[in-house]
């Protein structure tokens, strides 16, 4: 065995160890500030019953799997999750109120896990895109801790495994491996509804690098997988109270008027997060630039369908403004093939 791939080996253990103790800790800070399960029309309890309002009933990944691998959840495992650490036990007992012990933990674990995943799977998405080691070492450490001041004040239990999902799919998307994006896409969208603004990256990046029959099929299957899952979800829940998205303008423009201080805050945070994107924006991979058009639909949604301060929203655009935050290396990989190129395929 060579030393290069001794020491890549090497490279690759020290890189997993961090994460892992990282992850722990992000997990621990997030379970303590935001309160994860305390939003009571949206409780782990009612999504398993069916009766939590639109759109939080729509979100079932993480329910759906709670109750396959709850069975697994011994007795042992629930008396320790219910004297372990303060942030865990009190989220534990939200997460398991009426009676979902089981449910609970593997949500937890979930949650874990997909923390640690958007470590890995940004690690590759930097390795695709043609970053240095140095960058995919030390960054993706360094977006992973930049998930605490995305959500500095709320949480919700489908947070990072939507935050993994999207990951995963903008590797395969530009990757071009479009049977493995197609399938999470629709994996992506039984977690969260947003995961439909991965088409507008698609088109966004796609329209002059594809031969167009190629984009119209790719766009065409998007919309049928996006178009069943959704449809289904909606048929199904359809006639839970709520709505499948709410109009909060007023409310929000009631809340600043109040307090200006929640204002001032907010235009502040958004103007330092737009400055480090926009920063040297030529120089920044082209996949990335399209890529930020997820961040430019959030935002309107932020401020018509949010809430004051819930920066969590923007989690989904986390893999992309991430690596746009740090200035770019000079040189990233060789530029993509345009549309008079041969289209490469997975």
């Not at 239990?157 to 935050?163: S, V």
């Not at 991965?198 to 031969?211: C, D, M, Q």
Request: charged letters at 15%.
């Amino acid at each position: 065995m060579s030393s290069r791939r001794i020491d890549a080996r090497g490279h690759g253990l020290t890189f997993a160890a961090i994460t892992i103790c990282l992850s722990i800790v992000v997990f621990l800070a997030y379970l303590a500030n935001t309160s994860v399960g305390a939003f009571q029309p949206a409780s782990l309890s009612r999504v398993l019953e069916g009766t939590a309002i639109r759109p939080y009933t729509y979100r079932i990944l993480v329910p759906a799997l709670a109750r396959f691998l709850a069975p697994v959840i011994t007795r042992e495992i629930i008396d320790w999750c219910a004297n372990s650490t303060s942030a865990v036990r009190v989220t534990f007992d939200r997460l398991s109120d009426g009676g979902y012990e089981r449910e609970a933990i593997v949500v937890l674990a979930i949650m874990l896990v997909s923390l640690a995943g958007f470590a890995f799977a940004e690690r590759t998405l930097l390795t695709e895109l043609g970053y240095g080691e140095r960058e995919q070492f030390v960054w993706p450490l360094a977006i992973l801790l930049m998930v605490l001041p995305v959500t500095l004040f709320t949480g919700f239990y489908y947070d990072f495994p939507q935050l993994l999902l999207v990951t995963i799919n903008l590797s395969l998307m530009y990757r071009r491996n479009w049977p493995g994006y197609l399938f999470f896409l629709g994996v992506a969208n039984l977690n969260k509804e947003t995961s439909i603004f991965l088409v507008a990256i698609f088109i966004v990046h796609y329209w002059k690098r594809l031969p167009r029959r190629e984009f119209l099929e790719v766009l065409a299957w998007q919309a049928v997988v996006c178009g069943v899952v959704r449809g289904t979800i909606h048929f199904w829940f359809g006639s839970n109270p709520g709505a499948a998205i709410f109009f909060t303008l007023p409310d929000q423009i009631d809340l600043f008027r109040a307090h200006p201080l929640g204002l001032v805050f907010t235009v502040l945070y958004l103007s330092l997060a737009t400055y480090l994107v926009l920063r040297r924006w030529a120089q920044k991979n082209e996949f990335l630039r399209s890529g930020s058009i997820l961040a430019v639909i959030i935002l309107g949604l932020f401020f018509t369908s949010g809430y004051p301060l819930e920066f969590r929203v923007f989690l989904d655009a986390l893999p992309i403004l991430g690596i746009m935050f740090f200035s770019p290396p000079v040189q990233q990989g060789p530029p993509e093939p345009i549309i008079d190129k041969p289209s490469p395929r997975a």
